[in-house]
């Protein structure tokens, strides 16, 4: 099985940014676990700041990948553009939030990806990643 991890904007500076809403480790440590903890699953990872990159990794992987696990960020409230993309490919996508979004600003209340996403996975600090995993898994 392959799956691939989509974070979008911000999300490279894990462990860095707002500690007290996103942890403080690091993305890549956490991949790194999430690697060993899953040695049978082909686990691979993209980051990127720019809509546009997200979208044409999303067009490259989702007719053939078993699974797409997204966070996008902020573009999760505002993106019409990725939520075409992720209903355009056959790949199941999942969408995960590290903090509980609902908790949070009403505007991050709203999410334009969830339609089109199997399910969502939203406020288990960075749990939510494997917890994605797991539904691939099932
Ligand atoms: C986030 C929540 C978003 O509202 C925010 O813009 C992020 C991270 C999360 O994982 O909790 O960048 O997607």
Redesign the pocket.
């Known amino acids: 099985m392959a799956l691939l991890i989509i974070n979008g904007?911000?999300?490279n500076l894990l462990g860095k940014r707002e500690k007290s809403i996103y942890g403080d480790q690091s993305f890549d440590v956490y991949f790194a676990e999430l690697q060993q903890r899953y040695p049978g699953i082909t686990l691979q990872y993209f980051q990127s700041n720019s809509e546009s990159e997200i979208i044409n990794k999303i067009h490259e992987v989702g007719f053939e990948i078993d699974g797409i696990i997204i966070?996008a960020?902020?573009f999760?409230?505002t993106s019409v553009a990725i939520r075409d993309a992720i209903a355009g490919v056959t790949s199941p996508v999942v969408e995960v939030?590290?903090?509980n979004?609902h908790a949070r600003e009403e505007f991050?209340h709203k999410s334009f990806l969830s339609a089109v996403c199997k399910g969502v996975i939203v406020g288990f600090g960075l749990d939510s990643y494997r917890l994605a995993i797991e539904y691939f898994l099932k």
Do not use: E, K, W
């Open positions: 904007p911000n999300l966070n960020g902020a999760t409230h939030h590290i903090s979004v991050r």
